[in-house]
């Protein structure tokens, strides 16, 4: 068997792959992860992988043939056991004896339950009879670019027979489900010896006796299908008819991207509030600087998981790539008739194909924004789903690309899209979906959040399911801080980037980071700060300065930055303040600190007088005395308070404690739990007021 390939990765491991012999689920958990790892075989969360092997029929005590397949939901690149559904075989495929037809397919969901032999499994998919129809011991089923362009194409048939010698069979386009796994199983009869099934715009079903023949053998047709679309790029005609337009350079595109990306989100978010993502690759750019793309781009996808991402077609923007954006307003006036037509057209979509019983119409929005030049946007409920939004039509891109090299790129039909869009089992699966939390949809710019307040600020945030920019002057602290936040939450959710709050360019390329990333910002906290305690006779001009611009113009610099996006959003937003007890209470060695303090307060209260008509509220939470994990209690300030004091510095915290009216001491978590308080929707009619979390201290009661 072949083990070098040009246009996949072959990454079996001999020994790896003996150390699992005898145990098939373990080999098809091996050989689906294998799969999944290469996105040129299929995308996230797409395909499914099946074994079936003997096992003690827990009733009978009787040897019994089970199968093992993906559930519903997952992805083969993580697939764990738990991802999977065991089902008996004999059960699964005596359902033939009750099936009453294609009209009433989606009733035999239901039954797939009775059929289940390990009650832990996951639920089984709609692709579960695709695989125990056919007789094989070990199946792929997978979404390659290569092999749905082939069968994507006009001449899709005619060409796989071509290509694999009658080896590969076809079945045309259906909506996958238990009369398509009747269609595999008669393919199969009529094509004795065959090694493989290509669904007609869909993708590809391969098999083998064992898990490592499967596995090849799927490298192998995958690999004959990417090396037939290579000798054939450009052959026919120049790759999507050519370029027409050229991408500004890497800095300006990104520059362009970031200063539209929050109009954009804002235009998107009317139903509900979006997280975006964007990308330049250069697959992106090949295609939306081409001659072809106002042909294509219209028609949409033809792989159902490619569509169920993307929605019914991407927004192609009529703008320049030197487009001036530095005028939000007209800028968003300009695209609006675009987006309204869009809107229109998706509404037409779907009162024309509905039926009786269709889910209502979900948002009209798209999901994929393409900006000829520049790049590509894509807007979901979170990261992750915008992010794999952009990986899908990319793989979009691709199939046409391969389709338009040997034949004509054929898409889905409107009817079958929407029957795929709006299928009741879809429906239902989405509203089985877990709530989402309180934050989904937001994302929230902290500053000095690589330690100490700021990071408990940006973990709360993002446990009540908001994306973050995380960002810090020290970059080696926001170093650490960056690996413990993908260790603990991934890769979606958070964004870092160093910043000081007095360097304008600073800001606004955290910003511009956080639209590339994210869309836009919903949440300002201002938390970087700096402590001097001094005698006032003690004190330097230079001290003064430091404190007041740090903590007064650096959180103005801020604001004023994080509210130019939000304007532009027009979706509000929150401002929230981390200032101080000292604000409101006069101590001794603390003159520039406690009216910096007061002054960042009264700014606060300035800024929520002059934003409310913005829907952008400005609160402040004053906390007192949080030493965890502190920079700014670190050396000089903590000596300083502990002279003021006569305590020992060890002994602060316990001094804090014991002065407060709840004698508690005051932890980051405190203060992120306020900031949550203000922003986590109970709040929202409530601008300019100040939250004290100290323990009690009755002297900064606000009054």
């Not at 569509?307 to 487009?323: A, G």
């Not at 000081?500 to 800001?507: A, F, N, P, T, Y």
Request: aromatic share 8%.
């Amino acid at each position: 068997m072949t083990t070098t390939f040009k246009h996949v990765s072959y990454l079996w491991d001999e020994t790896m792959a003996a150390s699992l012999a005898g145990n098939e689920v373990d080999l098809l958990i091996y050989r689906s992860n294998l799969l999944g790892a290469d996105l040129r075989l299929t995308n996230y969360g797409g395909g499914n992988t099946s074994c079936k092997a003997m096992a003690k029929d827990p009733l009978t005590g009787n040897e019994t043939e089970v199968m093992w397949v993906k559930g519903s939901g997952g992805d083969i690149g993580t697939l764990k056991k738990s991802g999977l559904a065991a089902l008996y075989v004999d059960r699964l495929r005596s359902l033939t004896r009750v099936y009453r037809g294609i009209e009433f397919e989606d009733e035999m969901v239901e039954l797939f339950n009775h059929c289940i032999y390990d009650l832990a499994s996951k639920a089984p998919s709609i692709d579960t009879p695709l695989h125990g129809f056919l007789p094989f011991k070990h199946i792929d089923h997978l979404h390659p670019d290569a092999a749905i362009a082939i069968a994507a194409a006009k001449d899709g048939k005619k060409i796989t027979r071509e290509l694999f010698g009658g080896k590969v069979g076809w079945i045309e386009w259906q909506r996958p489900g238990f009369d398509l796994g009747l269609k595999l199983k008669q393919c199969l009869d009529e094509n004795p010896g065959i090694r493989g099934i290509m669904l007609g715009s869909h993708g590809l079903f391969t098999w083998g006796d064992t898990a490592y023949e499967s596995y090849v053998n799927t490298l192998e047709v995958i690999e004959t299908c990417a090396e037939y679309l290579e000798t054939n790029f450009g052959k026919k005609r120049p790759v999507f008819g050519g370029m027409v337009i050229k991408s500004l350079p890497k800095e300006d595109r990104l520059k362009q991207a970031a200063t539209l990306a929050p109009i954009l989100r804002g235009l998107c978010s009317g139903t509900t509030r979006m997280i975006g993502h964007f990308t330049d690759d250069e697959r992106v750019l090949e295609f939306t600087n081409a001659h072809d793309l106002a042909r294509l781009a219209p028609l949409g996808t033809s792989c159902p998981d490619h569509f169920l991402r993307t929605k019914i077609s991407p927004l192609v923007l009529n703008l320049s790539t030197d487009e001036d954006l530095s005028n939000g307003k007209a800028i968003k006036e300009k695209l609006l008739p675009a987006f309204e037509t869009y809107r229109q057209m998706y509404a037409a979509y779907y009162n024309t194909c509905k039926h009786p019983n269709s889910p209502a119409m979900r948002d009209a929005n798209p999901v994929v924004i393409l900006y000829p030049g520049v790049g590509m946007f894509t807007f979901a409920k979170d990261k992750q789903t915008a992010r794999v939004a952009a990986e899908f039509y990319i793989n979009a891109i691709n199939v046409m690309k391969g389709a338009e090299a040997v034949s004509e790129y054929t898409s889905l039909p409107r009817q079958e899209a929407f029957n795929i869009e709006y299928w009741l089992l879809e429906e239902a699966k989405l509203q089985r979906m877990p709530k989402p939390k309180p934050l989904t949809g937001k994302v929230a710019l902290v500053t000095g959040s690589a330690g100490g307040i700021g990071k408990g600020i940006a973990k709360k945030f993002i446990e009540e399911g908001a994306c973050v920019l995380i960002s810090d002057n020290d970059g080696d602290r926001l170093a650490k801080t960056d690996a413990e936040f993908k260790n603990k939450y991934g890769k979606d959710v958070h964004a870092t980037a160093v910043m000081d709050v007095l360097k304008g360019e600073q800001i606004n390329s955290a910003l511009h980071k956080t639209a590339l990333a994210f869309g836009g910002v919903d949440i300002v906290v201002n938390c970087a700060g700096i402590s001097i305690s001094k005698p006032l006779e003690d004190h330097t001009e230079q001290d003064w300065d430091l404190l007041y611009d740090i903590l007064v113009k650096g959180q103005f610099m801020v604001t004023q930055a994080g509210v130019e996006v939000m304007r532009k959003q027009d979706l509000g937003g929150d401002v929230i303040n981390i200032v101080s007890k000292n604000a409101l209470v006069s101590g001794p060695n603390n003159a520039a600190y406690g009216s910096a303090k007061a002054a960042q307060l009264h700014l606060s209260r300035l800024n929520a007088a002059e934003l409310g008509p913005d829907k952008i509220r400005v609160n402040v939470v004053n906390p007192d005395a949080v030493i965890s994990d502190s920079k700014i209690w670190e050396g000089a300030w903590a000596e300083g308070r502990a002279k003021a004091y006569g305590v020992k510095v060890e002994d602060l915290a316990a001094y804090y404690a014991k002065r407060t009216l709840l004698n508690e001491i005051i932890l980051p978590e405190d203060i992120a739990n306020a900031c949550f308080a203000f922003v986590g929707g109970l709040l929202h009619k409530s601008t300019g007021n100040v939250l004290n979390v100290d323990g009690g201290v009755a002297m900064a009661f606000v009054r």
